[in-house]
């Protein structure tokens, strides 16, 4: 088991960057593939981006496509998301999640069930 945290969150205009960061403890970062998640208010929590336990491999929604970008740095046990291109509809509470997959083939994970490891969220809000 990791614990996550989230950090970065914040109030910005459309138009706006920002970049969350996901600090994980515990020494076996390395062997879990991250994901990020967000949560509208009212709304069903959905996927935002993933990244393999090495890095090698990322995938996006449709809706983050192009203005977000999903790094990690196994050495510092973070993963961060830069999100550029901020609109309102990207407004929402951002969490951090993981999913321990070892050190054999590169995959990632879009479901909320796929991972099993959560942060506590952060709040990002983009006025028009």
């Known amino acids: 088991q990791v614990q996550l945290v989230e950090s970065g969150g914040g109030l910005v205009q459309a138009g706006d960057s920002l970049r969350l960061s996901c600090a994980v403890s515990?020494?076996?970062?390395?062997?879990?593939?991250m994901g990020w998640f967000r949560q509208p208010t009212g709304k069903e929590r959905e996927f935002v981006a993933a990244?393999?336990?090495?890095?090698?491999?990322?995938t996006y929604a449709d809706s983050v496509k192009g203005r977000f970008t999903i790094s990690r740095d196994n050495a510092k046990n973070t993963v961060d998301l830069q999100m550029n291109s901020l609109k309102p509809e990207d407004t929402a509470v951002y969490y951090c999640?993981?999913?321990?997959?070892?050190?054999?083939?590169?995959?990632?994970?879009?479901?909320?069930?796929?991972?099993?490891?959560w942060g506590q969220g952060t709040q990002v809000t983009v006025s028009s």
């Open positions: 515990g020494r076996t970062f390395s062997s879990y593939a």
């Open positions: 999640a993981a999913r321990f997959t070892g050190y054999g083939g590169s995959r990632y994970y879009t479901r909320r069930n796929d991972y099993n490891n």
């Open positions: 990244i393999s336990w090495s890095g090698s491999i990322t």
